[in-house]
Structures are given as C-alpha cells and as structure tokens.
C-alpha cells in the first residue's frame, strides 16, 4: 500500500485546507512576508524623539525639583 499523499503540502487556514505547491518563492512569501520592506517615515521619527525628549523633560523636572 502506497502513500497517494506523500511529498505534497497543505495550507491549513482557519476554515480551509488546500494543496501548496512548495517552491522556494512561495516558501519566501508565506512563511517570511516576501521581499517587502517596511519603511520606517520621518513622521514616525519625529514621533519617536517627541516621545523620547518629553520623557526625558519629565525625568529631569521629576528630578530637580
């Protein structure tokens, strides 16, 4: 008796499971999100020291006085 599924893959989502042919491209783009990138923006920069100076502000008003 033979194995009629043996070296075939399935993706298992929430309500369906469905063959996957399993190359190195797909394998890359399930599993890892693929090539992209995200960007990190200046608005998200400036955001960032705004939060890091205001806490440092408050640190040191906490502390001199």
């Given at each position: 008796?033979?194995?009629p599924?043996?070296?075939?893959?399935?993706?298992?989502?929430?309500?369906?499971?469905?063959?996957?042919?399993?190359?190195e491209?797909?394998?890359?783009?399930?599993?890892?999100?693929?090539?992209?990138?995200a960007k990190?923006?200046?608005?998200?920069?400036?955001?960032?020291?705004?939060?890091?100076?205001?806490?440092?502000?408050?640190?040191?008003?906490?502390?001199?006085?």
């Amino acid at each position: 008796m033979t194995n009629p599924n043996k070296g075939k893959w399935y993706r298992f989502n929430d309500t369906v499971v469905e063959e996957f042919e399993m190359t190195e491209e797909s394998l890359e783009s399930e599993c890892f999100g693929g090539k992209y990138k995200a960007k990190f923006s200046d608005t998200c920069k400036f955001f960032l020291l705004h939060c890091i100076l205001t806490l440092i502000k408050k640190m040191v008003i906490k502390w001199y006085f």
